[in-house]
């Protein structure tokens, strides 16, 4: 049974539940009031009484209770508001009958029926009545009329419909969740879809949200899958092509070893072993499955800055500054991306040129502290209208040649500093060449 109808039967059991103990229980606990609704001639006795007794007179009214009694069996008497009685009445001459009742006394049961004890009041005057009741005239009233059974279906139609809308409004985000995740398994997910859900402010609201979020981390992870794709695949179209020119070649004619097509081979063996490593570190970060520590940033920098001194030529390496700041992540990957971008540098700046790292802390607070990276050259540096797009997988810029690389180094650096809630944006430096700025988030407390 589909959910919707499961929701819609226990809300409408449940009312009807809930309904039909209350009428039982009013019934149990206010058959007097009851009696005086449904009984056919005790729903308006009152108030005909005290308007023939008004409008013709006590006797027209006394006539009446005579028919009353031989018609239905009923017996009373009627009293002004002092309790003197205001006709003869038709009530036994018992001394219990002819006391003057009080107003708003609780009726007591006889052996043979019932009395009520009523007040009523009309636009002239206050009343008393004594009313009896006897024993087959109490349950004529349980003789259901038509009218109270058209109240009930009436009743359940409107409970029905009540707890249809409401199903409906429960369980309609959860369908539309639904459809969307068919749409994210078909790698076609559109937000815009939960958009009206999300403004709920209950559990389902929020269960949107996280799903919205979900399915566009999803979706963006899908597309930047089926980008990089089609990437590798134009990247390893080209030596791919080289080496089969170069084996068709060689298998023409008889080559020594020392042949610079045994070379050129060689280099382009080098390239795709160089290309598959690069892919292979750029899905490793896509798949992280060790747990993050804590890791001092400074002494990380320092080392990559080492690292970079020892395969400089003529460059200086330059590190001023420090944070002081304790990371949670994965040192490793973060050296990665650090030395990535010094490698980057040193490949574009100029002989005997200078590369400047900058740490500085940018903390306000020990719960908003923030670490900041600068890494420049004075190389030729980038325009402006391709600072953007740095970092995207097997870029290159204009002028840019193939042996300078694949492109994955910076893309590599930006998903492992976006892997510890940090940001890579990239600059015109004041040495004339490009800017690398690493924002990372510290640790709470992280402050060494």
Same mark, same amino acid.
């Given at each position: ?14 009312? +009807? ?28 006795? %009152? =108030? ?19 028919? =009353? ?16 009685? +205001? ?8 001394? &219990? ?45 349980? &003789?259901?009329? +038509? ?27 959860? &369908? ?53 794709? &089609? ?73 990559? %800055? ?8 003529? =460059? ?17 990957? +973060? ?9 980057? %540098?040193?490949?574009?700046? %100029? ?95 992280? =402050?060494?």
């Amino acid at each position: 049974m589909r959910l919707f109808w499961k929701v819609f039967a226990v809300l409408w059991i449940a009312t +009807l539940l809930v309904g039909g103990s209350g009428f039982l229980v009013s019934r149990a606990l206010q058959q007097d009031w009851l009696l005086l609704q449904f009984h056919p001639q005790l729903k308006d006795f %009152a =108030q005909e009484l005290t308007d023939l007794y008004e409008n013709q007179g006590p006797a027209q009214a006394q006539d009446w209770l005579a028919v =009353q009694r031989e018609a239905n069996r009923l017996r009373a008497q009627l009293y002004s508001d002092a309790g003197q009685p +205001l006709l003869a009445g038709t009530l036994p001459q018992l001394p &219990r009958f002819a006391q003057p009742p009080a107003a708003e006394k609780r009726s007591r049961s006889t052996r043979h029926g019932r009395m009520f004890q009523l007040a009523w009041s009309s636009a002239q005057a206050d009343y008393h009545l004594s009313l009896f009741v006897p024993a087959p005239e109490l349950f004529r009233w349980q &003789r259901t009329p +038509l009218a109270l059974l058209a109240n009930i279906a009436l009743a359940m139609f409107l409970l029905a419909i009540v707890s249809l809308l409401l199903s409906r409004y429960l369980t309609s985000p959860l &369908r539309q969740l639904g459809l969307a995740a068919q749409s994210l398994a078909q790698g076609r997910f559109e937000s815009d879809q939960l958009n009206r859900i999300g403004r709920r402010r209950d559990e389902i609201g929020d269960l949107s949200r996280h799903f919205n979020q979900m399915g566009e981390r999803v979706q963006s992870l899908l597309d930047s899958q089926r980008q990089l794709m &089609r990437d590798i695949s134009h990247e390893l179209r080209s030596p791919l092509a080289r080496l089969r020119v170069g084996l068709a070649l060689g298998n023409r004619k008889v080559l020594q070893e020392n042949d610079p097509l045994w070379l050129r081979l060689d280099r382009e063996c080098s390239r795709l072993d160089a290309l598959i490593e690069d892919i292979l570190t750029l899905s490793r970060l896509d798949s992280q499955d060790q747990p993050a520590e804590p890791f001092p940033l400074d002494p990380l920098v320092s080392a990559c %800055a080492e690292d970079t001194r020892f395969v400089a030529e003529d =460059q200086k390496i330059e590190l001023r500054g420090a944070t002081n700041c304790q990371l949670l992540g994965w040192p490793d990957q +973060l050296g990665s991306a650090v030395d990535n971008l010094l490698r980057n %540098a040193l490949r574009f700046s %100029a002989p005997l040129g200078l590369i400047r790292i900058t740490l500085q802390s940018k903390s306000g607070s020990m719960a908003s502290s923030q670490c900041q990276i600068t890494i420049e050259d004075d190389g030729p540096g980038v325009e402006e209208s391709w600072l953007s797009r740095l970092g995207e997988p097997f870029l290159r810029l204009p002028g840019q040649t193939s042996n300078s690389g694949h492109g994955l180094g910076l893309a590599i650096a930006r998903r492992a500093i976006s892997m510890h809630g940090g940001k890579l944006t990239f600059s015109r430096s004041e040495l004339g060449g490009l800017k690398a700025t690493i924002d990372l988030p510290a640790q709470p407390g992280g =402050q060494l």
